[in-house]
């Protein structure tokens, strides 16, 4: 599993909701938030993601790219994206590789976790508990800094 004060493996690529390939050595010089969840169009996967869409706007203001990652397919991501105006980036990790890579993977599901990856890709901060109703409120308060 990686841990904070670790260098991310940026020789990783998954599909976007799109199609598109993303190289995440393409993304070193921004600071990231990765979170992993379970499965698109799931009560709480849902939750979650609509509190990063909500507050899309203040993670661009500070330079903060969100990119959410499951096992779940292409066609599956661009589904769960339009039915809630998602405008962040959904990864497929089909095998899940990267989720291995990471630490998310428990046997063949998907761990709900998060990793905020500084711009020199070092892991800043690793949430192991993520509660979906607060997950986006603890970030913005801990990472982005803003009172709540």
Known sequence: MLKEGEI??????????DGNIVKLDDLKGQKLIIYFYPKDL??????????????????????VKIIGI???????????????????????????KVAKIFGALDGESV???TWVISED??????????????HNEELCTEILKIPR
């Open 8 to 17: 991310v493996p940026n020789n990783m690529e998954l599909p976007d909701q």
């Open 42 to 63: 799931t009560p709480g996967c849902t939750t979650e993601a609509k509190n990063f869409q909500g507050n899309l706007d203040t993670y661009v203001k500070k330079d």
């Open 111 to 113: 761990k709900r976790r």
């Open 121 to 134: 890709w070092k892991i800043e901060k690793f949430y192991d508990k993520v509660s979906p109703a607060t």
């Open 70 to 96: 499951s096992k779940d397919s292409v066609a599956s991501h661009r589904k769960f994206a339009d039915k809630y105006g998602l405008k962040f980036t959904l990864l497929s990790d089909k095998d899940g």
